[in-house]
Nanobody, 128 residues
Framework: QVQLVESGGGLVQAGGSLRLSCAAS????????MGWFRQAPGNEREFVAA????????NHGDAVKGRFTISRDNTKNTVYLQMNSLKPEDTAVYYC?????????????????????WGQGTQVTVSS
């Protein structure tokens, strides 16, 4: 199985930017479609973004479209989430996830149930 470790979270003012990273180890990284989800206190886990195994297909949630961008580097076994124009409502724990059931050309899934492995999460707090 694959192990996932997120980093890059922190406290930022509204309008600022952060870049989250998720480092994978244990299995061939390009075997997995990757996703980012977030969860705020009292809320359900929410889809943020996902990327295909080859990196050419991406999905972004409506709440972040135009502000966040997912990318991956298969040579570094890392997936990224660039977050710009942050808002207080973006405050949440952000989780990286891996889906081992996608073919190379599949579009990545947007449901948390589609993902098999999860990181521990990194806190992002946006102050107003």
């Amino acid at each position: 199985q694959v192990q996932l470790v997120e980093s890059g979270g922190g406290l930022v003012q509204a309008g600022g930017s952060l870049r989250l990273s998720c480092a994978a180890s244990g299995r061939t990284f390009s075997n997995y479609a990757m996703g980012w989800f977030r969860q705020a206190p009292g809320n359900e886990r929410e889809f943020v973004a996902a990327i295909s195994r080859h990196g050419g297909a991406r999905n972004h949630g409506d709440a972040v479209k135009g502000r966040f961008t997912i990318s991956r580097d298969n040579t570094k076994n890392t997936v990224y989430l660039q977050m710009n124009s942050l808002k207080p409502e973006d405050t949440a724990v952000y989780y990286c996830a891996a889906d081992e059931n996608r073919s190379w050309w599949d579009v990545p899934g947007i449901g948390s149930y589609e993902y098999d492995y999860w990181g521990q999460g990194t806190q992002v707090t946006v102050s107003s």
